[in-house]
């Protein structure tokens, strides 16, 4: 299993990212996919989730209305539509499959996304 996150990058207050994920090495479009973010010293936290059936989505409160998740099965790939960036998003951003309460895999190296003027 193996997760390559991509288009992280310094960016103003109030501007735009779309992250995107690469998975290889399991069933895709069967798995749920979540974006995770951490900062230095804090726990992982919860960003959105996409499931495999009906794209159903659900967000974090902190990016609701402001970030969207999609997912492209035909590409193993799953994104993070980001606007309206605000500082507190400042962080490393990850992906994963999940299966019933597990992780599936290992964590890849995440992208930095930074928003500061």
């Known amino acids: 299993v193996q997760y390559v996150e991509s288009g992280g990058d310094l960016v103003q207050p109030g501007g735009s990212l779309r992250l995107s994920c690469a998975a290889s090495?399991?069933?895709?479009?069967?798995?749920?996919m979540r974006w995770y973010r951490q900062t230095p010293g804090k726990e992982r936290e919860l960003v959105a989730t996409?499931?495999?059936?009906?794209?159903?989505?659900q967000y974090a409160d902190s990016v609701k209305g402001r970030f969207t998740i999609s997912r492209d099965n035909s590409k193993n790939t799953v994104y993070l539509q980001m606007n309206s960036l605000k500082p507190e998003d400042t962080a490393v951003y990850y992906c994963?499959?999940?299966?019933?309460?597990?992780?599936?895999?290992?964590w890849g190296q995440g992208t930095q996304v930074t928003v500061s003027s």
């Open positions: 996409i499931f495999s059936i009906g794209g159903v989505t």
């Open positions: 090495g399991f069933a895709f479009s069967s798995y749920v």
């Open positions: 994963t499959a999940i299966r019933g309460s597990n992780y599936v895999g290992s």
